[in-house]
């Protein structure tokens, strides 16, 4: 029933019985049509003038009214169609969103035509079919179409195969087979020339006509099929439409990268700044070479996508989609906005492919900041700061436990040991699945340091308690390092009268007293001690090998005064707490996991259960000993704390006896964590920690740059994170980028970030990918 009949009812209903209603009970006592039969073609329109008019499987090409090509839809020589779609696609006078569509092809599938012809020539676009070989035999081919042609169907082909699995084609390539000898056994009919519509009139000025190559091409054109490669590198055929048939081997991110566009308010362009100091750290140039130049423009848009997802405070991959903004695809300078899945599988995918990508990208960009931290040094010492950083872990899966000093506990999670230059600034971290002791990894990260600095320089190490051990230290002193660390107690309390120096740290005033009588023992010689006597007569004692003064050494471990800011050792820790909650340390990123290898050992979990009884069954003696001794004799309670001290003291043996038989380590197969216990792999997570070390790296100077001009030096980086968010309106010249940024800011923070801007227009920063390499000027919009 019609809309416009259940309308007369509804009408007739109502008690209003006209003219309509009767109109309507006639058609349908008539079964007259309601709608006209539909035209015998199809216009597909790319432009005012242009379109496709397509009559059954014949498409033909219309510009300005005249016919400038045609095609065959069921065809498998798609060469025709191709040259054509990418020779108009040169014109500037066509969207090519619009024009794939005319076409019946992809827009991504358009612009991989257009980089191959960029790439090849027209000529390229009529290879022979490549990819995968079809699984077919001609002898079988010849069986399913005889028995297609006695009236089978084919589902008698696919069952007709052997049982093994092995042996069998999937039903799908049955029925493409199928189709294919429907195709040639039932030829298209012949269709009334495309001349002979509408669009076929007379020829008008300034009318589109092909080239002489593309005539040579269509002479050319007979029995080829193209192919275009994916992201993947996989070359796919063509299917009807232009459309790959795998969903599978679709480009990972669909978009080629696009000149830089203005005019218009762009959102979030303030993280063009971000990009371009991330650019001149290296990351795009170390990333292109580890990757070796795989997919340039696609790894290029997905670094910028998650540079400027962290740059407005998103932290992690996932923060890509609050790109898509209209003018998300203006800031990337890409085709549209990447999803956040689209980016992973791009990075996943180049990470299978290109066989330890990750630690090279890795390894390059920690030598670039090792470099860059020892240029920035005063002195000619490379001073670096380590130590170890929990990611604690809440997921399904079953992982190690580590110590996190904050909870005072063992949590599952990962251990990271990071890396930090005297500034605060990350230049590399190291995870370690297994929590190692801090002395475990001293020793390989000063050798990675000696490795990216080269044997003539002078490194020195600061750390905690945690590395204050005698063999350790005696390992660093050997291997020609410096160091500087807390010494552990228990250490001699020395009169107040032989501390003879003062230095101020962090506001408060310390008296110390330097001493050659730190005796390793065994022969292992001495160490230089530096003993702090606070204003509340609290000692704390340094230990160092190193030529710097005592005054540069406390400076380095503990901090000073002239900074006003957090110095010394507690600038990691503050790092650790602002890597995470700005840039997203402690995100998992990559889910995926393995199951460790036979023969690792781990802590035996029933042995640290046992040991835990036995702690909690000898606190129950303590309690039940403590309420006998306040008990009077004769006491009627003393019956139920005496059973109760007897259950302990039971419990206590039995442990005991059990306890030696139950090792404290254990490999992972002998344990109840067998086939339970993995760890996550962390390939993709390497890349975006590299990505955040560099991002945090570019803040730090521009927070440096910035604070001097700043009522509150502290809200520096506050400020930073306004100027990455704020839009603003891009201008595109032939000498120069000009953006006006429009940053939610007061006015003295106005003024300071018209200082940070001048300052960065002097250094003439540059896009990445950016062909015409113009330099970026940045200025405020007037309020």
């Not at 012949?190 to 092909?210: D, F, K, N, W, Y």
Request: glycine content about 8%; hydrophobic content about 40%.
């Amino acid at each position: 029933m019609t809309r416009g009949y259940a309308a007369a009812l509804k009408f007739d209903r109502l008690g209003n019985f006209g003219p309509v209603a009767v109109v309507w009970r006639a058609m349908e006592a008539l079964s007259l049509p309601l709608q006209e039969s539909p035209p015998p073609y199809e216009v597909r329109r790319f432009s005012n003038d242009g379109s496709v008019v397509v009559r059954g499987s014949t498409s033909s090409v219309f510009i300005g009214g005249t016919m400038i090509g045609e095609f065959d839809e069921r065809d498998p020589d798609r060469g025709r169609r191709n040259v054509l779609a990418v020779t108009l696609a040169k014109s500037d006078e066509f969207h090519l969103g619009r024009l794939a569509s005319a076409f019946g092809i992809t827009d991504e599938y358009l612009r991989q035509l257009r980089r191959k012809e960029e790439a090849e020539g027209l000529g390229s676009l009529l290879l022979s079919k490549q990819g995968k070989e079809s699984k077919v035999t001609a002898e079988q081919r010849a069986a399913w179409c005889t028995l297609f042609a006695a009236g089978g169907m084919p589902i008698d082909a696919y069952r007709s195969q052997p049982r093994s699995k092995n042996k069998r084609l999937s039903y799908a390539t049955v029925w493409r087979v199928y189709e294919k000898w429907q195709r040639d056994a039932s030829p298209a009919s012949s269709e009334p020339s495309a001349e002979s519509t509408p669009e076929a009139t007379a020829p008008v000025a300034g009318q589109l006509t092909l080239p002489s190559t593309l005539e040579r091409v269509h002479d050319q054109a007979d029995g080829v099929e193209t192919t275009v490669t994916n992201a993947s590198g996989k070359s796919v055929s063509s299917g009807k439409g232009g459309a790959t048939p795998d969903e599978d081997a679709e480009d990972i991110v669909p978009m080629a990268g696009q000149p830089v566009r203005g005019g218009k308010m762009v959102q979030h362009v303030g993280c063009w700044i971000l990009l371009a100091l991330v650019k001149e750290l290296g990351l795009h140039e170390e990333a292109n070479r580890a990757f070796e130049s795989q997919h340039v423009d696609g790894l290029r848009i997905a670094l910028d996508a998650v540079i400027c997802a962290l740059a407005i405070y998103q932290r992690c991959v996932e923060g890509v989609r609050r790109l898509a903004t209209p003018t998300g695809a203006t800031l990337l300078r890409a085709e549209r906005v990447p999803s956040a899945n689209g980016v992973r599988k791009l990075l996943g995918r180049l990470l299978e492919r290109v066989e330890g990508g990750a630690t090279a990208l890795d390894a390059c960009i920690a030598e670039r900041l090792m470099a860059r931290a020892r240029t920035c040094s005063d002195d000619n010492l490379a001073v670096f700061y380590v130590d170890n950083h929990l990611r604690c872990y809440t997921g399904k899966h079953v992982v190690r436990k580590g110590w996190r000093m904050q909870d005072k506990r063992v949590l599952p999670g990962a251990t990271d040991y990071y890396v930090h230059d005297e500034d605060g600034r990350p230049v590399f971290r190291i995870p370690v699945a297994s929590h190692d002791s801090l002395t475990s990894w001293l020793s390989p990260i000063a050798t990675r340091l000696r490795d990216g600095l080269g044997p003539g320089e002078r490194i020195l190490l600061a750390f905690d308690r945690g590395g204050a051990y005698a063999k350790q230290l005696v390992a660093l002193r050997d291997a020609g390092f410096e160091f500087v660390t807390y010494e552990r107690k228990p250490y001699p309390q020395l009169a107040a009268s032989v501390f003879e120096h003062s230095v101020v740290i962090r506001g408060e005033t310390y008296r110390f007293h330097e001493s050659r009588l730190k005796n390793l023992g065994a022969g292992r010689g001495r160490l230089r001690r530096i003993a702090l006597l606070a204003s509340d007569g609290s000692q704390i004692n340094l230990v160092a090998i190193s030529t710097a003064p005592a005054e540069r050494l406390i400076e380095i471990l503990m901090g000073d005064e002239p900074r006003k800011m957090p110095s010394g050792r507690w600038q990691q820790e503050n790092a650790f707490k602002h890597g995470d909650r700005r840039w997203g340390i402690n995100q998992l990123d990559g889910r995926r996991v393995e199951s460790y290898p036979p023969g690792t050992v781990i802590p035996n979990p029933a042995r640290n259960r046992i040991d835990r009884s036995l702690r909690l069954a000898r606190a129950a003696e303590g309690d039940a000993r403590s309420s006998l001794a306040r008990l009077p004799d004769g006491d009627p309670r003393r019956a139920a704390v005496e059973h109760d001290l007897a259950s302990a003291l039971e419990l206590q043996r039995e442990l005991e006896d059990l306890r030696p038989s139950i090792p404290k380590h254990a490999p992972v197969e002998d344990t109840e964590l067998a086939g339970k216990l993995v760890r996550h792999l962390g390939t993709l997570k390497s890349i975006i920690d590299v990505i955040r070390l560099v991002c945090a790296n570019a803040e730090s100077d521009l927070a440096t740059m910035l604070a001097p001009h700043l009522n509150r030096p502290r809200e520096a980086k506050r400020v930073i994170a306004n100027i990455f968010a704020a839009p603003g309106k891009v201008a595109v010249t032939d000498h120069a980028i000009h953006v006006r940024l429009a940053p939610a800011a007061n006015r003295s923070e106005r003024t300071a970030i018209e200082q940070l801007l001048a300052a960065l227009n002097q250094r003439n920063l540059t896009l990445p990918g950016d062909p015409a390499t113009l330099p970026l000027h940045f200025d405020l919009q007037p309020l």
